[in-house]
């Protein structure tokens, strides 16, 4: 493809965790985030009187749940949900006190529960396409709202986005295709106008496909095989595959 054939592209998102940023997890990483998310509880009086190996066996059985929940629903819930319908559901600790710090737990959780590095050449991408004249955005499958905008913001790229697209803001997850109208709406482009990265058949390519817009790429991550073999879903390919996002300014 050359930049003639490409001039029907208006704008470019991205997903997040896998996409923007490499994400990594181990027991050791996920067992550590427990303990400071346990802290913060105790700090504010909500002690479910657990081990830190308890209280991590039952953070990662409640995200098994609410994982199986959300794939057949793909409907999103927000983070005090989460920690009142499936963390504490058994326990007898006040919804309102969790309400009040819900986020900050979140929070804690989605940015210690995974290892997150920005991909090095995010930056350099991301100006040569705003200098291309380009709407860019972020659509992410996300429960809180604090992780996605703090992260972009200490990586240096906020100011390159048009539109941040939370799933627990809209609602409906990936790969709903309501979710990439409503970015595409945002930036007052059309779908096939659009083109999207992200990291996940089962997520990325096949709700962007569904959704129309005009080039579906995937570029593979630690999360790739680990978040696609949990969905039995419809065989779609992407249009292109990359292993690095420069790659992606040979194709706009």
């Known amino acids: 493809m050359n930049a003639n054939q490409n001039t029907w592209i208006k704008a470019v998102f991205f997903d997040m965790g896998g996409t923007l940023e490499d994400v990594y997890y181990d027991s050791g990483i996920r067992l550590n985030a427990s303990q400071i998310i346990l802290q913060i509880l105790r700090q504010n009086n909500l002690d479910p009187g ?5 209280f991590h066996e039952l953070l990662t059985s409640s995200l098994k749940d609410y994982n ?3 794939i057949k629903n793909n409907k999103e819930i927000r983070g005090a949900d989460f920690w009142n319908k499936y963390v504490f559901k058994d326990f ?3 919804e309102t006190k969790v309400n009040h710090i819900a986020e900050l737990l979140t929070f804690f959780l989605e940015t210690m529960y995974f290892q ?3 991909r090095e050449e995010v930056p350099y991408v991301l100006e040569r396409i705003k200098h291309k004249g380009l709407k860019v955005g972020c659509i992410s499958n996300i429960m809180g709202t604090i992780q996605v905008p703090y992260c972009l913001q200490s990586y240096g790229i906020l100011e390159y986005f048009d539109t941040i697209i939370l799933s627990c803001l809209y609602g409906l997850r990936k790969p709903d295709p309501g979710i990439f109208h409503y970015a595409a709406r945002m930036v007052k482009v059309k ?3 659009c083109v999207y990265v992200g990291d996940t058949i089962s997520r990325d390519i096949i709700g962007s496909k569904n959704a129309g817009f005009g080039l579906s790429i995937l570029i593979p991550s630690f999360l790739t095989k680990k978040n696609d073999s949990l969905v039995k ?3 779609i390919n992407p249009d292109i595959v990359i292993q690095n996002l420069k790659e992606l300014l040979e194709v706009i």
């Not at 657990?50 to 308890?54: M, N, P, R, V, W």
């Open 92 to 94: 007898n600790i006040s």
């Open 191 to 193: 779908p096939a106008q």
């Open 68 to 70: 199986a929940k959300k």
């Open 116 to 118: 997150r590095t920005m």
């Open 233 to 235: 879903s419809e065989k």
């Open 50 to 54: 657990l081990t830190i190996k308890d």
